[in-house]
């Protein structure tokens, strides 16, 4: 068998998931080609929550400390009311927080995962896989660019509407579970709520979500839909509409967030879903993060599950001198109790803490907390 060092290993996706992943394989030995869609890595999005276990991979990684030196400081939770009155509000223990828990910027996150592999990893961006063909003794990868080359493995790492898991594993639909609700994400450059705070509101059936840090605001609004509504992933102004749709005309600060969100520039949204497979592996092919275990937003833990899959994976291989085949198992089994328990508990976040079907479910929110 091969040692390491002379194995390629194709990363598809330079997100959180992918960056570790290739930082990971490159430590081992592996040479490493990351493939991004886009023409830079993914920046943006939410701020970043690592806790237990995951913040002693990171220790391994040896960023611990420049997130520490990048961490957020959330001091506060607040429960609203309609006329704006806050029902109930949590103080966090910051001493404990800061020793047990990091949460970074998204985009700062990125950016120290990319320092601590651009010199050693290649990457090839505004490219994505095409095609897949293993042989006994590699897998040929087409790109969309026309060019091909032959790995030792390939690692989807390119979120939940994973390209790798469509050409390797089959449709979306196999493994998508819907938790019937929808939600999107802007995020405003100035502070509309006291920085280091974070405040919910809700009716039955939708949520809104403030979080604000560094002169930041994440405005977070989430609805539940018994049924699927069809959009195209791709069309930001149709998604936002939808928002808009179900928005309008409610009460405590609709008005003025919904203009913040008509005009932002920094606009996500998707449903609630997670992403559920009996394998993450086939071949010479595995998943990382989002494409082989979604949790969704309400599990807070998109990070960290991407962290930790990376970690996990790595650590099989080398576990196994590189038999990807007995790694590869290990992963599948070692992870999983862990991954199901997260989903699960996203699950029940979505129908009892973020979006209470009933005023009474809303009142009992507000004073328990979470």
Not at 177 to 201: D, G, R, W
Not at 291 to 300: E, L, Q, T
Request: charged share 25%; glycine share 6%.
């Amino acid at each position: 068998m091969n040692s390491s060092k002379e194995k390629k290993v194709l990363v598809s996706g330079a997100s959180i998931a992918g960056l570790s992943t290739a930082y990971w394989l490159n430590k081992m030995g592996y040479k490493v080609t990351v493939v991004e869609i886009a023409n830079e890595p993914r920046m943006g999005g939410t701020a970043v929550d690592f806790r237990g276990k995951t913040v002693d991979l990171v220790k391994r990684m040896g960023i611990f400390e420049l997130l520490q030196s990048h961490a957020l400081n959330l001091e506060r939770i607040e429960f609203k009311n309609a006329e704006d009155v806050t029902e109930n509000s949590l103080l966090l223990n910051n001493e404990k927080h800061l020793s047990n828990e990091i949460e970074i910027e998204r985009t700062q996150l990125v950016c120290i995962l990319l320092d601590s592999v651009q010199n050693d990893v290649e990457f090839i961006f505004n490219d994505s896989v095409t095609s897949l063909t293993e042989t006994e003794d590699d897998i040929k990868v087409t790109f969309k660019s026309g060019s091909q080359q032959a790995f030792d493995l390939v690692i989807g790492c390119d979120g939940t509407h994973s390209g790798i898991r469509k050409i390797w594993f089959g449709d979306e639909r196999e493994y998508t579970h819907f938790l019937e609700a929808y939600f999107s994400i802007s995020i405003v450059n100035k502070s509309l709520i006291t920085p280091n705070t974070m405040q919910f509101y809700n009716v039955p059936g939708k949520a809104y979500m403030l979080n604000a840090y560094k002169d930041k605001t994440d405005i977070i609004f989430s609805f539940l839909s018994e049924k699927e509504i069809p959009y195209d992933y791709r069309n930001t102004e149709q998604q936002r509409q939808i928002i808009l749709q179900q928005f309008t005309g409610q009460g405590w600060r609709t008005a003025e967030l919904l203009e913040e969100i008509a005009n932002s520039t920094n606009f996500y949204f998707d449903k609630f879903c997670q992403i559920k497979m009996p394998s993450w592996t086939k071949g010479r092919v595995a998943l990382v993060g989002d494409a082989a275990y979604c949790a969704s937003p309400a599990a807070g833990m998109g990070g960290s599950l991407a962290v930790e899959g990376a970690t996990a994976l790595a650590d099989a291989l080398q576990k196994h001198n590189g038999n990807f085949e007995l790694a590869f198992q290990d992963y599948n089994k070692n992870l999983r109790p862990f991954i199901e328990e997260v989903q699960a508990e996203a699950e029940f976040n979505v129908r009892e803490n973020f979006i209470p079907r009933t005023e009474e479910a809303i009142r009992k929110r507000n004073r328990d907390g979470f």
